[in-house]
């Protein structure tokens, strides 16, 4: 154990809600006669095996710097009782899970070994998560540090199909497994066939209309991403809202998804100032730091005063080939397996999360370029691409990558941006922010696809749309040049070693990711697996073993042939006790004219021995 300026404890707790719901909790406290504050990280994930790992590494370090660092698993996940509700956070159906969250605070806030200080922590969706619990209790918690809080199901408001099958199926598998009888006894069975009686898959409430904005911050946050994860927007917009009275700090780094190491030191200096009143420069740094190809640099405040419009228009500065002069219109329609090259939509770190050379995809595409450039462009923020269409065509839907092309062809993706129009009229098309400097020579490029599978549903009618370049025009977010910025830095810091875990890779692994053509049914389909499958086994002698395989396919000229689905298995055992129980999910998603059509299947196995099996269908507008 490396040396912290406090020696730590570390203990369970049950934390009682008021309607007698008991949620399983796991304290790291460090050693002292002398009230220290809280920062808590709530969440529906499950810490005594799903996140065990990074919890001691993570939250013993905090609690070694002078707070008290807690772990609470959510109602009705892990070891905690009560039921799961699933539904979206934005959604109608509000599940509560803030509401919850807010008693826990108030809990924690009254211990007698708490200054009534409460600084939160969240990934992912429970970054949204502490979002919301902040607005909901402002009078305990102080500060909050969010990583890639979750977004919506929609983007320009075309349907996700990337990722949103398979954050429902691994929602409705997570929220099926059963406690653990090491930890809640003989009731184990009891809770988890009351659990399973209780789930209600999520899709259909995600997949619903866009629900609208993200929490704002309601208390001092810091917020951080990495500029490929679909959160790095949310993380813009919080950044922009900061005031006096509740500053924000933003950090876009080039990280996958989830909470890079060299952040806890800035979360903690951070939780430092507004929960221990120590000065320790948290607000003396940039609004935004963000990683610039190369180098690290600052803005302040943000939006920056140092950046400014650049337009490029489609019939000038940027131009396409191959369209006939007496033709106003410049036609798009791409084949439905366009988007084949998109990378993940949730990048987590692996050499296949990343988008290859786009110049396939610009194949499919139609492609406006630039001249080379003649000097550097640094980009920064969210670009944007006016459009006039064509009124005569039907429902569009729109799909807009920026790539910078080297001087040897090579074409790599800056950005992308996606509209879903019922009928074609005068639209923008919003971009994902990015953060990239192209350099001297290489040109810009504009490609427009009508589809952008897998990423987004296809739209019905396979004929594309038609838009008028000497009407449209692109727009970056283009950041003056400035001195190298040298003197932001991240350094990870000395974390304890985590209890060991032995690891099984799977006989038969399948790779992360695989297309296949089937060239006689002009079909495309693409197969995923995740880096968590294989049998890992715990110091604590539980036995846990996942399997999950994505997979997607679509025809070629059939958009409405497109099918997602996504199988989970999670295996619990626990040899010497006995105990075996394994829980089987899917999500299947297709498509017709006006609907998405949703189905999901359940089976959960003791010992072998079916105990709950159970199917949903839905059918959700378009």
Not at 223 to 238: C, E, K, M, R
Not at 412 to 435: E, H, I, K, Q, Y
Not at 515 to 534: A, M, N
Request: include cysteine; glycine fraction near 8%; charge should be negative.
């Amino acid at each position: 154990m490396p040396s912290y300026p406090y020696r730590t404890t570390r203990e369970d707790l049950r934390v009682p809600l008021p309607d007698g719901t008991e949620l399983c909790a796991r304290l790291w406290r460090p050693v002292t006669d002398e009230p220290v504050p809280v920062v808590l990280e709530y969440s529906t994930d499950r810490l005594t095996d799903w996140t065990a790992t990074d919890d001691a590494r993570r939250h013993p370090w905090i609690a070694g710097h002078g707070h008290a660092a807690v772990r609470v698993d959510a109602r009705g996940h892990g070891n905690s009782g009560g039921v799961p509700a699933l539904h979206s956070p934005r959604s109608l159906h509000d599940d509560g899970l803030a509401a919850d969250g807010a008693e826990v605070v108030r809990w924690l806030a009254a211990r007698p070994w708490c200054s009534g200080r409460v600084g939160l922590l969240g990934t992912g969706a429970a970054g949204e998560t502490a979002l919301r619990l902040a607005a909901l209790a402002p009078d305990a918690v102080h500060a909050a540090v969010v990583v890639c809080p979750e977004g919506p199901h929609r983007l320009g408001g075309a349907v996700l199909a990337a990722d949103g099958h398979t954050r429902a199926t691994d929602r409705v598998a997570d929220a099926a497994r059963p406690p653990d009888p090491r930890y809640v006894g003989d009731d184990w069975r009891a809770m988890w066939l009351a659990r399973l009686d209780a789930l209600e898959p999520p899709i259909a409430d995600w997949l619903a209309a866009d629900p609208g904005p993200a929490p704002a911050a309601a208390v001092p946050t810091l917020a951080v991403a990495g500029w490929s994860d679909p959160s790095a927007g949310a993380v813009l917009a919080l950044a922009a809202s900061g005031s006096t009275a509740v500053p924000v700090r933003a950090v876009l780094g080039p990280w996958p998804h989830g909470l890079p190491d060299v952040i806890l030191p800035e979360a903690l200096r951070w939780y430092d100032h507004w929960l221990r009143d120590i000065d320790a420069g948290a607000l003396a740094v940039p609004a935004l730091r963000s990683w610039r190809t190369d180098r690290w640099c600052g803005d302040d405040p943000w939006p920056s005063p140092g950046l400014r419009e650049v337009h490029y228009g489609l019939d000038g500065p940027l131009r396409t080939a191959g369209t006939s002069s007496e033709d106003r219109w410049v036609h798009v329609r791409s084949p439905q397996h366009t988007g084949l090259n998109a990378g993940a939509y949730v990048p987590l770190g692996r050499p296949a999360d990343q988008p290859p050379d786009q110049r396939e995809e610009d194949g499919r595409s139609v492609c406006f370029d630039s001249r080379p450039l003649p000097e550097p462009l640094d980009l920064l923020g969210t670009p944007s691409l006016a459009l006039h269409l064509n009124p005569g065509t039907g429902p569009a839907l729109i799909a807009a990558r920026l790539c910078a092309v080297a001087p040897d062809g090579t074409s790599t993706l800056l950005t992308r941006g996606v509209r879903a129009l019922a009928a074609p009229a005068d639209t923008t098309v919003a971009f994902a922010p990015t953060g990239a400097t192209v350099p001297t020579g290489h040109r810009l490029r504009l490609a427009l696809s009508s589809t952008y599978w897998p990423w987004i549903w296809p739209g019905p009618e396979p004929a594309g749309f038609a838009l008028d370049p000497s009407r449209s025009a692109l727009t970056l977010p283009v950041r003056r040049p400035t001195p190298h910025t040298d003197d932001i830095t991240f350094r990870s810091p000395t974390l304890p070693l985590p209890p060991p875990l032995q690891l099984t890779e799977p006989l038969t692994a399948h790779p992360e990711r695989v297309t296949v053509h089937d060239i006689g049914r002009r079909e495309w389909r693409t197969e995923l697996s995740p880096s968590t499958d294989g049998t890992r086994t715990h110091p604590d002698g539980l036995v846990r073993a996942e399997e999950t395989v994505t997979a997607y396919r679509v025809l070629t000229a059939t958009p409405l042939s497109a099918r997602a689905r996504t199988d989970r298995t999670v295996r619990l055992e626990r040899p010497t006790a006995g105990w075996d129980a394994t829980v089987h999910t899917r999500t299947e998603l297709r498509c017709d004219p006006t609907h998405l059509l949703a189905h999901t299947q359940v089976r959960a196995e003791e010992a072998g021995n079916v105990v709950f099996t159970r199917e949903w269908h839905h059918r959700i507008p378009r």
